[in-house]
């Protein structure tokens, strides 16, 4: 699986490069058959300081996204992929009903 991470209006650390890598590669576990990951890191300069992560899944034949917003990238980046096994394990819920 290829993995890419885009960090908009920063400079993103190693450690949250390799946080960001471990948590896509654990979507391996419910589908292996991901071809590629693009991961957008993005820091809106206001007040609140809002951290968000746009992760994007291919599968073959199909494409999911999920987006959340955060005080930190750890964080939303967590949730995103939370929101992503969810996705993932309806799809595969689909499928195996469909062979029956």
């Known amino acids: 699986m290829n993995i890419k991470i885009t960090a908009r209006k920063f400079k993103a650390r190693e450690t949250l490069k390799d946080f960001v890598k471990d948590e896509v590669k654990s979507l391996l576990k419910i589908n292996d058959d991901i071809i590629s990951a693009d991961v957008i890191l993005s820091y809106q300069n206001s007040h609140e300081s809002i ?4 992760i994007t899944i291919h599968i073959p034949g199909q494409t999911f996204v999920a987006t959340e917003e955060s005080d930190e990238f750890t964080k939303s980046v967590t949730l995103a992929v939370e929101k992503l096994l969810r996705q993932l394990k309806t799809l595969k819920s ?3 009903s469909r062979v029956k």
């Open 51 to 54: 951290k968000k992560s746009e």
């Open 94 to 96: 689909k499928r195996k």
